[in-house]
């Protein structure tokens, strides 16, 4: 089998399949105690990610234990903040933790060039992770969205509202584009690298577009998407690799997604209409289960699984995931009976 053989990269190629490919965002996590039992040996969550054959054997525990199409890098969003010298930390129950934010203008205008081989032990865990996986299972590598690295860097931590953000980004407009600008090349360089150590497909994930309004949207997030994955398209490297667009709980339509040019959108859970005579050939399509579906029993299981199917399975190009991550609340069992009940299907 060779990795053009996969299923995945099938789907995101937009071709109709029998059984559509399946993978989890965060099928790597605490929920399973194959993972707790690596974490508990380290304090900080960030030192883990910098151990490239821990990052491997994390990588392929969902695949050994649930036979998925699609293997994802066991990193973090938060590496890129982290090699800009923002000092990111996550301790015990807190989330990540920034040691030196982004306060002022001049924290932005002073920032050091980012040097992308500063996170050579993310491409050595590509690397490592490609070897040890079966030729048909792809590889995806990751980014966040320069929105949400901007957000986390500028607030210092996670919050609900990232009300410190938005205030920054209102009274200091042009040094918040400039940040946006200086995350934009970052996230590409990184990419970069990635697929040059193995990664097959590409997500970007805007894990907090649910922050701003349509418009805002367009100038703090899609304007830099567009352009990170232009500079993707334009690379004789990255060309080739598809792209795939998360963006959580988005007050915009999917429509406005698909502008992005990425090749496929994923979908987060709340989404239950789609414009299908507008994004088939487009785009392929991710998603979407609600994960707080996977807390219930076996026949609600199935019947919003059944939901989820109707909506998308005839549709050109479809790839079953969840509409965010896994929690860590969840069963890995559930994991196991989903998986197997698609297929069953
Ligand atoms: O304590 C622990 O064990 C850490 C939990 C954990 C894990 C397993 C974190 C901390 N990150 C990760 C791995 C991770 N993060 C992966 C690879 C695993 C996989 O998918 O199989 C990926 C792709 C991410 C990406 C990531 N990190 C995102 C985007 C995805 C999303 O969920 O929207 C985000 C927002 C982060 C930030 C982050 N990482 C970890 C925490 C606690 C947070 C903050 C989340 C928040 O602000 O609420």
Redesign the pocket.
Known sequence: MKTSDSIFLRALNKESLEIPPIWY??????YMPE?RAV?KKFRN?LDMCKNPEVCCEL?LQ?INAFNLDAS???????TIPDAFGLGVE?LEGE??VFKNPIKTPKDISSLPEFNSDDLSYVYEAVSNIKRALPKNIPLIG?C?SPW?LAAYSIEGR?SKDFNYTKDFINQNNDSAHLFLEKLTNACFLYLKQQVQAGADVIQI?D?WANLLNADQYEAYSMGYVKKLIALLKEDEQTSNAPIIL?A?DPSFNTNKMAESNADCLSLFWNIDKIDKSFLQGKVALQGNLNPKVLLEDNDLIEAELNKVLDMFSKYPGYIFNLG??ITPDINPDKIKFLTELIRSK
Do not use: E, K
């Open positions: 965002m965060r099928q790597a996590g605490r993972y974490r969550f990588a969902p994802i890098l066991f990193s973090d969003i938060l996550f989330g990540p990751f966040g949400t996670s994930f894990s998360f959580r965010h991550g």
